[in-house]
């Protein structure tokens, strides 16, 4: 659906210039909500921009439904942008356009009559739940309902993907919460392609499918959320798990604590159904092991449950490796961890 060739992006020349994007290589599914997580100055911005040549890289190509953008002439680019919605973090409206106007802005751009305009408009409104706004003004809404309109207008012209340029860090937590749902309900009524800018993993875990980590320019890391998130490989993805997650202080005085025979703390991570069956007390069980959790998260990825345990146990040497056997078998991740 969208293939990121080599796109390469250097702003200025000479001993000005700034690599933002360098030699970086993408493909992203048609109906999937793909997550592109970095920190400031990693070059998140430059490349949802390069989706649709709002900045045009210096090298690359960028494909988008089978039609390659940086070879087209202005007509053919407009034409094809059309395909391509985007919503931004300041939401970008026309503040002295009602809600109304500003939704049936790019429709009116294109010569759509003014009854289908109409229908279209109220279709979107309902969709976003913003019927009865539509007669205010941008300053006369909340920052969420302000995205929900950014939300319908970007809908407008039916678009096939919708970029997200980090549109809910301007948000509170339970707005965010809610601008997430209407992205997700979105993707799954019109099986639109999400593709979505963020530096908070919450917002990864909480609707993308797949996700990649960019920094310096170039992907770090990508893959399944689950994956990723429950795995990460390179330092920069633990960096943005452990700034979600909850102060690992008294885990380390835990790890720390001496005990009397042999023990080892063990990672146990269980995903899906497995989340809620009894495997490690069964465990424990038929090998006479005892065990204290040390530290334990029960959550979500997208839909699917998860949980990730961190566990000492301590019997003879022979049963706690029978126990982490036990776990394997029932097709849990185990990983010992001190
Ligand atoms: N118009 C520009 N001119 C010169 N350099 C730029 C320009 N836009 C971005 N850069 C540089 O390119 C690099 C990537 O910037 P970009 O805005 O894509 O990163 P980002 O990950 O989106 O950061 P943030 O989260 O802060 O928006 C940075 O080093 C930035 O300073």
Redesign the pocket.
């Known amino acids: 659906m969208i293939e990121l060739k080599n796109l390469t992006?250097v702003?200025?020349k000479g001993n000005q210039a700034?690599?933002?994007?360098s030699g970086l290589n993408l493909s992203i599914e048609r109906g999937e909500i793909f997550g592109v997580i970095?920190?400031?100055?990693?070059?998140?911005?430059?490349?949802?921009?390069c989706i649709n040549l709002l900045?045009r890289p210096s090298e690359g190509e960028v494909w988008v439904d089978g039609v390659e953008l940086t070879g087209l002439n202005q007509k053919q680019l407009q034409e094809q942008r059309r395909k391509i919605g985007m919503i931004f973090q300041h939401f970008n409206l026309l503040s002295s356009a009602t809600v109304y106007d500003n939704i049936a802005f790019p429709l009116r751009l294109i010569g759509t009559s003014a009854a289908d305009v109409d229908l279209k408009v109220k279709d979107l409104l309902t969709l976003v739940g913003l019927e009865q706004h539509g007669s205010k003004y941008p300053a006369q809404l909340s920052g969420g309902q302000k995205q929900r309109v950014g939300v319908a207008r970007a809908l407008a012209s039916d678009p096939d993907v919708l970029l997200c340029d980090?549109a809910t860090s301007a948000l509170d937590p339970q707005t965010t919460d809610s601008i997430l749902r209407l992205l997700l309900d979105i993707n799954k009524q019109f099986r639109l392609t999400i593709v979505l800018?963020t530096?908070e993993m919450h917002v990864i875990q909480s609707i993308c499918d797949r996700v990649a980590v960019?920094h310096g320019?170039g992907i770090v890391e990508q893959g399944d959320v689950a994956k990723v998130f429950l795995k990460p490989q390179h330092e920069i993805t633990r960096e943005f798990i452990r700034s979600g997650a909850q102060q690992d202080g008294p885990l380390r005085a835990a790890l720390n604590a001496v005990s009397t025979g042999y023990s080892r703390a063990i990672k146990i991570t269980f995903l899906g159904p497995k989340t809620y069956e009894s495997a490690l007390s069964q465990a424990v069980r038929e090998t006479g092991v005892s065990f204290a959790i040390l530290h334990g998260t029960i959550s979500t990825i997208k839909d699917m449950p998860y949980g990730q345990l961190i566990v000492r146990f301590e019997g003879t040497e022979d049963a706690v490796k029978a126990t982490m056997s036990r776990l394997t078998a029932e097709g849990l991740d185990v990983e010992v961890i001190s």
């Open positions: 992006k702003y200025g700034a690599t933002a994007l970095g920190h400031s100055g990693a070059g998140k911005s430059t490349l949802i921009r900045e980090e800018i530096h960019i320019g």
